[in-house]
């Protein structure tokens, strides 16, 4: 690597004054837009628009989310210092000013389009090569100038006078993954589709700085290749990668005759195919779903394996972090998690878009690096406030002494529960406090279950296990623990998990747990220890309280809407059951 372009790399990183303040964090990208609140070092909430709006996924301007983080939290526009904004030129400053343009993209993803939506709409998204160039292009150069005007009209009135500041989008993947744990010295890699004209990097973290030593361009991106076979098999960019990962495991990639169009060599990625749909979807045609997902999932590990294994040998850094949407695709992460190089491995929670806001925070404020204190950092609801709820529901409910003692009761007796409690989770997975549960004994509760939510996928639900007793159910655990707490990554199945809880148990004989402590949930924690006093299975299945394409429900509102939909047995909504 030449002397110039590690210069030009180094200007991404984080400089070494500390800021200790009270701000916000904004993502307003194309996908799953949000907002963050900092306390000096302190993370005190974060919520995505997703949740309120209820359009899953949704991008443009986080206005709701703002507002309600704001009046949640108590505070007054005069509160906040500064507001930091994730992205120098990814969304365009084009689609900034004209935030319709965004509200495009999001029908096209809904198949809601014609010619002219579909151009605007690759517009909004960058996919344009213009707009695929780095903030030091021309074009970004260009934008410059305009980035906190266009930032500023959308802000409260009281807000508009606040400084802005912006960082590079894959800055903040790094800073999110990095500032969240608790080791000092790491190796980020983050990998998305593309956010300022890059696709991956990878950097040193030490001492409170995070040094990029290598990135890829947009045009080379894992990806956004692996979005497009997702559209290629009918599937939603953005959305429905997983099932993709899902589908794989009931696939032979060797039935695809098909070279993988990536050179990985000296850690470099190289993207050779083509980056037009049709293109991608006459090259599958002739394949099955299941072999091109097998192909395409066993393609992008061989080769993001690789990258890694290159890149820890050459900096002999064996403690990895990671971040952006790529790092979704659990099964990916546990063969990262397995090479022998790597001593550890840790998973930005909000690995995607999502997670940005809080990203910027973290990379304006620099804290000691640190496990995050908790993920529930979105609303909560007193007891009054679901009570008002039930009461206009028509529902009959009764108020319980012990929640959690009658929720195992019930679940030892086959009954789906949906449970909504305390502070909603902060990231793409539940992790008990809005979630349904079930015992994990049934092994065709994925194809009823899911059909009972009106959702489709392939890859299985999840166990909550009780953190003693996880070597009895996982193994190679060593290294992932902290992670495996936030249900990003799976692992080879013990012969006990397999036989007692085949409900979770994925065709390949891996899991995708979320390890439960006391101290991270105890109401959780105290349901699934009940529930292994009653049966001596120490797991629950644990799904995301949320009907099909719809986000995690938020309010009591919610709950009690989506529990209606969806005809479940029962609903333990704070201290009460339905």
């Given at each position: 690597?030449?002397?110039?372009?590690?210069?030009?790399?180094?200007?991404?990183?984080?400089?070494?004054?500390v800021i200790k303040t009270r701000i916000i964090g904004i993502i307003d990208s194309q996908n799953d837009c949000g907002v963050a609140l900092m306390d000096k070092e302190r993370i005190v909430s974060a919520i995505n628009e997703e949740r309120i709006v209820r359009k899953k996924l949704i991008g443009g301007f986080p206005t709701h989310s703002l507002k309600k983080i704001l009046s949640y939290n108590k505070l007054k526009e005069k509160d906040i210092e500064v507001i930091l904004v994730s992205g120098l030129c990814t969304p365009p400053v084009f689609a900034r000013q004209f935030r319709s343009l965004q509200k495009t993209e999001y029908d096209v993803r809904k198949k809601k389009y014609n010619k002219f939506t579909k151009v605007l709409s690759d517009f909004a998204q960058g996919k344009l090569k213009i707009q695929t160039s780095k903030p030091k292009s021309w074009f970004g150069m260009l934008e410059k100038p305009f980035l906190k005007a266009v930032i500023r009209k959308d802000l409260p009135q009281k807000l508009k006078g606040k400084e802005i500041k912006f960082y590079d989008h894959h800055l903040c993947h790094a800073t999110g993954a990095y500032f969240t744990q608790e080791k000092d010295h790491v190796l980020a890699i983050t990998a998305d589709g593309c956010g300022d004209g890059v696709s991956f990097t990878v950097n040193i973290c030490k001492d409170r700085k995070v040094k990029r030593i290598y990135e890829a361009k947009a045009k080379d991106s894992y990806g956004w290749f692996y979005g497009l076979i997702t559209m290629a098999l009918g599937f939603q960019w953005h959305k429905h990668e997983g099932k993709v990962t899902g589908l794989a495991a009931r696939g032979n990639a060797k039935n695809v005759k098909l070279e993988f169009p990536f050179i990985s060599k000296k850690g470099e990625v190289k993207y050779l195919g083509s980056h037009m749909p049709n293109d991608i979807?006459?090259?599958?045609?002739?394949?099955?779903?299941?072999?091109?997902?097998a192909w395409v999932q066993t393609g992008l590990e061989e080769h993001v394996t690789k990258v890694v294994q290159y890149w820890v040998k050459k900096t002999g850094v064996g403690d990895l972090v990671v971040a952006g949407g790529l790092f979704a695709n659990v099964k990916l992460n546990q063969l990262i998690h397995e090479l022998?190089?790597?001593?550890?491995?840790?998973?930005?929670?909000?690995?995607?878009?999502?997670?940005?806001?809080?990203?910027?925070?973290?990379?304006?404020?620099?804290?000691?690096?640190?496990?995050?204190?908790?993920?529930?950092?979105?609303?909560?609801?007193?007891?009054?406030?679901?009570?008002?709820?039930?009461?206009?529901?028509?529902?009959?409910?009764?108020?319980?002494?012990?929640?959690?003692?009658?929720?195992?009761?019930?679940?030892?007796?086959?009954?789906?529960?949906a449970r909504f409690n305390g502070a909603m989770e902060f990231g793409p997975r539940a992790l008990g406090n809005?979630?349904?549960?079930?015992?994990?004994?049934?092994?065709?509760?994925?194809?009823?279950?899911?059909?009972?939510?009106?959702?489709?996928?392939?890859?299985?639900?999840?166990?909550?296990?009780?953190?003693?007793?996880?070597?009895?159910?996982?193994?190679?655990?060593?290294?992932?623990?902290?992670?495996?707490?936030?249900?990003?990554?799976?692992?080879?199945?013990?012969?006990?998990?397999?036989?007692?809880?085949?409900?979770?148990?994925?065709?390949?004989?891996?899991?995708?747990p979320q390890l439960v402590k006391k101290e991270d949930n105890e109401s959780f924690y105290n349901i699934i220890k009940e529930y292994h006093k009653i049966t001596g299975i120490p797991s629950i299945i644990n799904t995301s309280f949320n009907m099909h394409e719809e986000p995690i429900v938020m309010t009591p509102e919610d709950a009690i809407r989506a529990f209606k939909q969806s005809k479940l047995d029962h609903l333990a909504i704070g201290e009460y059951l339905i």
């Open positions: 690597m030449d002397i110039k372009r590690f210069m030009n790399l180094m200007e991404y990183s984080c400089s070494e004054k979807k006459k090259m599958i045609s002739s394949y099955s779903m299941e072999d091109v997902a022998p190089e790597v001593n550890s491995i840790y998973v930005f929670p909000h690995m995607g878009d999502g997670g940005l806001a809080l990203g910027a925070c973290l990379a304006h404020t620099k804290p000691k690096p640190k496990p995050l204190d908790t993920l529930y950092l979105g609303p909560t609801y007193d007891d009054k406030e679901i009570k008002t709820a039930l009461d206009k529901s028509g529902l009959k409910f009764k108020k319980t002494k012990n929640v959690e003692k009658e929720i195992a009761k019930l679940l030892a007796k086959g009954k789906v529960i809005r979630s349904i549960l079930y015992h994990t004994k049934d092994p065709s509760v994925n194809d009823w279950l899911n059909k009972k939510l009106k959702r489709t996928e392939f890859m299985p639900f999840a166990p909550a296990t009780l953190w003693k007793k996880r070597h009895e159910c996982y193994k190679n655990l060593e290294g992932a623990e902290f992670t495996a707490c936030n249900m990003t990554i799976t692992f080879n199945c013990t012969e006990k998990m397999k036989k007692q809880s085949a409900g979770v148990v994925h065709i390949d004989g891996t899991a995708r």
